[in-house]
């Protein structure tokens, strides 16, 4: 699927702020759990909304998130954050330097998961 069709949808421990930012600085739709009404869903239901839509990269700090994928397959792909609470502007910052290249690699691959850490 073409780059331009592709969305990404930011877990419920990710804060809306982000979900901003990453757009402005990415070109990608980036959607929080917020604005997709997700946030109060079980894992396993976001994994079966995103599987819906098949052109969904999650990006969560969630462990069952890559379990899901691992057994029940992708669509969707994701990206697992690998970092401790920390306020949102250090988050973007950890998140940033890696962020394009690895929704590139879920897109052009058959990678269906990425871990920053």
């Known amino acids: 699927m073409p780059?331009?069709?592709w969305e990404i949808w930011l877990d419920?421990?990710?804060?809306p702020i982000i979900?901003?930012?990453?757009?402005?600085?990415?070109g990608f739709i980036v959607k929080s759990s917020y604005?997709?009404?997700?946030?109060n869903l079980t894992d396993t239901a976001i994994y079966n909304k995103a599987k819906l839509?098949?052109?969904?990269?999650?990006?969560?700090?969630?462990?069952?998130?890559p379990e899901l994928i691992?057994?029940?397959?992708?669509?969707?792909?994701?990206?697992?954050?690998k970092?401790?609470?920390c306020d949102n502007r250090v988050?973007?910052?950890?998140?940033?330097?890696?962020?394009l290249k690895s929704v590139k690699l879920l897109i052009s691959s058959d990678v269906d998961i990425v871990e920053l850490e």
């Open 12 to 15: 419920t421990q990710l804060s």
């Open 35 to 39: 604005s997709l009404n997700l946030h």
């Open 70 to 81: 691992s057994r029940l397959g992708s669509p969707p792909k994701l990206i697992v954050i």
């Open 19 to 26: 979900a901003k930012w990453m757009s402005e600085y990415t």
């Open 91 to 99: 988050l973007w910052e950890f998140i940033k330097p890696n962020i």
């Open 53 to 65: 839509q098949s052109n969904v990269i999650l990006i969560s700090k969630d462990a069952d998130f």
């Open 83 to 85: 970092k401790g609470n």
């Open 3 to 5: 780059p331009e069709y």
